[in-house]
């Protein structure tokens, strides 16, 4: 059974960076195509971020720039960089292995002054 664990989500002021972390466990992690979703209050949940298991990420362009995503297969985790945060960014963020069809639990980011 495949396990995802997020973390490093938090309280963050305007303009400041978080690095989140979804730590795998459960199945051949390099074999495994990941992302990273946020889901804002009110809003459906949107991928932001992907990253094959041959290491290609892919950020969707209203982040790009901001965000990036790698991962690192000898700990089996997959990373989320965010920098410049906004109160935009506020939202559960939550870490999907595509090949398994699974979801962690999800960490709360909270950008506000």
């Known amino acids: 059974q495949v396990q995802l664990v997020e973390s490093g989500g938090g309280l963050v002021q305007p303009g400041g960076s978080l690095r989140l972390s979804c730590a795998a466990s459960?199945?051949?992690?390099?074999?495994?195509?990941m992302g990273w979703y946020r889901q804002a209050p009110g809003k459906q949940r949107e991928v932001v971020a992907t990253?094959?298991?041959?290491?290609?990420?892919t950020v969707v362009a209203s982040v790009k720039g901001r965000f990036s995503i790698s991962r690192d297969n000898a700990k089996n985790t997959v990373y989320l960089q965010i920098n410049r945060l906004s109160p935009a960014d506020t939202a559960v963020y939550y870490c999907h292995d595509f090949t398994h069809s699974s979801w962690g639990q999800g960490t709360q980011v909270t950008v506000s002054s």
């Open positions: 990253i094959t298991s041959t290491n290609v990420p």
């Open positions: 459960g199945s051949i992690f390099s074999t495994t195509d």
